[in-house]
């Protein structure tokens, strides 16, 4: 029997602490939905499992963001902060504590760590000229930036910058850091050698504090004429020993050195370079592992606030159903490489993944019992199965290894495999067959065996989907279990009839807009927008000369719209439900007229035709008399 249990009964997770200049975004609930998903796998493993996540709420991006909205740093970041931790208590995610930068224990431990780092000789004063970057909150040299002066990492512009700072002997640390990466604590392993090569390079010396802007942590003692304010980057790195009681008192310290953060890619040279630099220089053991993920990209495209194409995860989650999204977003993509957000694609792992194989399968073991054992199973299957418990025990043995080397896609994968061994074994025996031939007990070995092969199932997908889990526990008439019994079999079920756990679902033929899902997004930081905000769409009278349904559709018209341009636009929308295309044509409405094409059914699209609904009808919005075609809404 393989070892389950690490000898350290301990184990610290973290996420990123998110900034609060924007709503959490599908970037956000992936790294957030890995860490839930670890604390879980870890507790169910019997550990002491501690989960950090928060708000990085100080520097420079945010004091703009916040001024940009006439509000203060703090009014702003303690909004934003809410909407995030509320995100997270909707998602069911397990944190045990919350962080907030702008926290005073949180405060008080980064300028303890500032002079203990300073008494060991690794600050000192100098003056830091070069480029910075707001949105990365990052330095760059000249030599880094692209060639247009933009930032390597994101891209926008960076600001040339010189000024008095505190530095941080990030260099004299160099050796040790190579010597470290030779425990491997980066995976994957090719994130790793990123780092390596990076840091063979040479490393320069930190600049650690910034005195052009106030929103951020003073440094202790000043006694400079300028206003030493803390990088918001050691500010933010602090945050993992801060929230176990560093600097104070320390009650929960004891986790530190179990400690595995979850990180994007982009954010991997802070956690893996700079963050274990300011541990050695602070005399703490350096974390257990860093697991960097990749991106979702829309479409192949970054998702950018500006471009309008950011999915919201709140949306996705309340609307497909949390568990379906957590499962797409641990299952669809290798751990550490980039993947393509689709509706259509999530759709797909319910139907075929969820639905198929999973579902049906419990489906047909309920069925099958209601109708030859009243739902009540007992049998030893060592006798009738030992092949097929062996095969159960070698996947299980194989989805575990996954977890260590952090990929989380094959464990699921792994998992599967249970389900479709289940599945192939109803195939394979036909309990049908076997009752015509009385064979009732092999029968009923046959159901039990298949009763134990869901059960463990449902232990192994229960921290990737906890309460799809519970549902399958609660149909075996079990409660949850935990690890160490996958390796035992029950004999006795009784089994309790439930909904189908996954429904299929169709394939949306409208794909939450860009716009919409921006519109959402907007809407959760605030209801309010600037004038300029509005007058960004280009709202037209257009007269709808041609209307009809859309093949293969019962949601979409497709209309021929005259907007005054000499040529009429295209514009497909999703009212069929409520208007007949006949009655449309002739009609004056409201478009907004410079929406990006898109493709519905295969249909190009370009505009909107404004309405309005209630809970019981839709209206097109029309102009009150007849305007020329073309005419502007303001
Ligand atoms: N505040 C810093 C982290 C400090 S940790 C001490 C920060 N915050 S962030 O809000 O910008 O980003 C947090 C995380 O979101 C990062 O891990 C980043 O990789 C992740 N993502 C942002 N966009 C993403 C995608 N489109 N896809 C996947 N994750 C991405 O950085």
């Keep these: 029997m393989m070892k389950t249990k690490d000898e350290n009964m301990k184990s610290y997770i973290t996420t ?151 530095f941080f002997a990030l260099s004299k640390y160099q050796d040790q850091l190579l010597k470290w990466y030779q425990t491997n604590p980066i995976l994957p392993s090719y994130r790793q050698n990123e780092v390596i090569n990076f840091v063979s390079q040479g490393l320069n010396d930190l600049s650690i504090t910034r005195t052009t802007f106030d ?189 260590p080397q952090a990929r989380f896609n094959r464990y699921l994968e792994e998992v599967w495999k249970l389900f479709t061994l289940g599945n192939g074994l109803i195939s394979q025996y036909e309990p049908w067959n076997l009752m015509k031939h009385h064979k009732k007990e092999k029968t009923q070995a046959l159901l039990t065996l298949l009763c134990n092969l869901l059960y463990k199932g449902a232990i192994l997908i229960s921290p990737a989907m906890p309460s799809s889990a519970q549902k399958i526990f609660f149909a075996l008439g079990q409660t949850e279990g935990s690890i160490a019994e996958l390796h035992q079999n029950i004999t006795k079920f009784q089994l309790q009839k439930i909904d189908p756990l996954f429904p299929k679902l169709e394939k949306s033929e409208i794909q939450p807009s860009q716009q919409v899902a921006q519109a959402q997004q907007e809407k959760t930081t605030s209801t309010m ?10 709202l037209r009278v257009g007269e709808i000369k041609e209307a009809k349904a859309v093949e293969g559709s019962d949601k979409l018209l497709c209309f021929q719209v005259d907007l005054g341009e000499g040529r009429n636009r295209q514009i497909v929308s999703g009212i069929a439900k409520y208007y007949n295309p006949q009655e449309l044509i002739g009609q004056q409405v409201c478009v907004v007229a410079n929406l990006k094409p898109a493709k519905l059914m295969g249909l190009i699209s370009e505009g909107m035709i404004l309405s309005a609904k209630d809970e019981n009808s839709l209206k097109l919005i029309t102009p009150q008399g007849i305007l020329k075609n073309g005419s502007k809404i303001g």
């Design 529 to 538: 927008i600037k004038i300029d905000d509005f007058l960004l769409s280009d």
């Design 215 to 403: 929103w951020g942590i003073p440094i202790p003692n000043q006694t400079r004429e300028k206003h030493h304010i803390i990088y918001v980057w050691l500010d933010a790195l602090m945050n993992y020993v801060s929230a176990l009681g560093y600097g104070q008192a320390e009650e929960k310290m004891d986790f530190w050195k179990e400690a595995i953060h979850l990180v994007g890619k982009d954010i991997l040279r802070f956690h893996a370079v700079y963050w274990p630099a300011f541990l050695l220089s602070l005399n703490l053991p350096l974390p257990k592992k860093i697991y960097a993920h990749g991106w979702w990209l829309n479409e192949g495209q970054k998702m950018s606030k500006s471009i309008g194409n950011v999915i919201d995860p709140r949306e996705t989650s309340r609307k497909y159903g949390n568990d379906l999204f957590r499962y797409f977003l641990l299952r669809e993509v290798p751990f550490g490489q980039d993947g393509d957000f689709s509706f259509n694609a999530l759709i797909e792992r319910n139907n075929s993944d969820l639905s198929n194989d999973l579902g049906n399968l419990l489906n047909r073991i309920i069925g099958m019992s209601e109708k030859y054992f009243s739902l009540s199973l007992e049998s030893s299957v060592e006798e009738y199965f030992p092949e097929e418990i062996k095969q159960i025990q070698d996947i299980i043995s194989s989805a575990l290894l996954e977890i």
């Design 16 to 166: 990123p602490i998110y900034y609060v200049n924007d709503v959490p975004h599908i970037g956000h609930a992936y790294t957030t939905i890995i860490a839930d998903f670890l604390k879980r796998f870890y507790t169910l493993e019997g550990k002491e499992t501690f989960f950090l996540t928060g708000t990085d709420e100080h520097g420079q991006k945010i004091e703009q963001s916040a001024q940009s909205r006439g509000k203060t740093p703090m009014e702003y970041a303690t909004e934003i902060s809410q909407v995030f931790r509320s995100l997270w208590d909707e998602m069911g995610i397990s944190y045990d504590h919350f962080i907030r930068t702008t926290d005073s224990y949180h405060i008080q431990a980064v300028q303890k760590a500032f002079k203990l780092m300073e008494q060991k000789g690794d600050i000192y004063l100098g003056e830091y000229e070069g480029h910075y970057c707001v949105s990365c909150e990052s330095f760059f040299t000249q030599t880094q930036l692209k060639e247009n002066g933009g930032c390597p990492d994101c891209g926008k512009p960076t600001q040339l910058i010189k000024e008095e700072s505190y």
